[in-house]
């Protein structure tokens, strides 16, 4: 008996410790949206948050400039879905970027809202760009997260980070 208590005390103890310490961050990660924001966005503790651009974004290092950004914005057209919304980026795009190539397009869903990733390699400034857009519409407004890996060859060095930051994002 006084095992099953000692059991019971611990666990409740537990439960509420963990409780007391859920501010809803997920674990190695840090919030980079600001107040204002209409959408929570999560990169991980070792990433610096920029504060210098209009859209939210955040940096690997100062030494590693590869970054994640997001922009919202209400649609011209608020039934657009985010299949006709990236018909219109992916024209915009070409037109801005030289040696712009498409290298995927697939299904995935951010917060619960269907969503697209768009992979992509482009020039700009002369230097070789991977991009993944991820891009969700609810309500009217279409949420993009944008993942810049330059120089293009490391690309995948940090796109597990790039998975986490879009798993965890959540539109308010």
């Known amino acids: 008996m006084k095992k099953l208590c000692l059991i019971l005390a611990i666990l409740a103890c537990l439960a509420l410790v963990s409780c007391g310490n859920d501010d809803g961050v997920p674990d190695g990660m840090k919030l980079a949206s600001g107040e204002a924001a209409d959408y929570l966005f999560y990169v991980p503790e070792d990433?610096?948050?920029?504060?210098?651009?209009?859209?939210?974004?955040?940096?690997?290092?100062?030494?590693?400039?590869?970054?994640?950004?997001?922009m919202s914005w209400e649609l011209k057209h608020t039934d657009d879905t985010v299949e006709t919304?990236?018909?219109?980026?992916?024209?915009?795009?070409?037109?801005?970027?030289?040696?712009?190539?498409?290298?995927?397009?697939t299904e995935d869903v951010i917060d619960g809202q269907p969503a697209i990733k768009y992979v992509y390699t482009a020039?700009?400034?002369?230097?070789?760009?991977?991009?993944?857009?991820?891009?969700?519409?609810?309500?009217?407004?279409?949420?993009?997260?944008?993942?810049?890996?330059?120089?293009?060859?490391?690309?995948?060095a940090h796109s597990e980070d790039v998975d986490a930051i879009i798993a965890?994002?959540?539109?308010?």
């Open 168 to 172: 965890n994002f959540r539109i308010k």
């Open 123 to 156: 020039k700009f400034g002369g230097a070789e760009h991977k991009y993944l857009q991820a891009a969700a519409v609810k309500n009217g407004v279409v949420y993009v997260i944008s993942y810049d890996a330059f120089p293009a060859d490391t690309y995948d």
């Open 47 to 70: 990433w610096l948050i920029d504060l210098q651009t209009a859209a939210t974004s955040a940096h690997v290092s100062n030494d590693d400039r590869t970054s994640v950004s997001v």
């Open 85 to 105: 919304w990236w018909d219109v980026n992916l024209e915009s795009l070409k037109e801005g970027f030289t040696d712009f190539t498409e290298v995927s397009r």
